[in-house]
């Protein structure tokens, strides 16, 4: 299922905001993160329908890859 763009936009924004404020980091440092992230990927690529999944969900999914060793 593909979402409408602007609607994916939308939520991209509510978690990249909320993704900031849970984790202390600026907006800034929270929309790199986030551009950089496998959790990104699979929302834009509408895999699994990511982009259905709660912001809560999302922002968690993002806390997880964060705290995974990078290889």
Do not use: W
């Not at 993160?33 to 968690?60: A, I, N, P, W």
Request: glycine content about 2%; aromatic content about 10%; charged content about 30%.
């Amino acid at each position: 299922m593909t979402a409408n763009k602007n609607m994916l936009r939308m939520k991209f924004a509510r978690v990249i905001e909320a993704y900031a404020v849970r984790t202390g980091c600026t907006l800034d440092e929270a929309l790199d993160r986030f551009y950089r992230s496998q959790t990104y990927e699979f929302m834009r690529d509408g895999v699994s329908d990511m982009h259905c999944m709660s912001d809560e969900y999302l922002v968690d999914e993002l806390q997880d890859e964060a705290a995974q060793p990078k290889n």
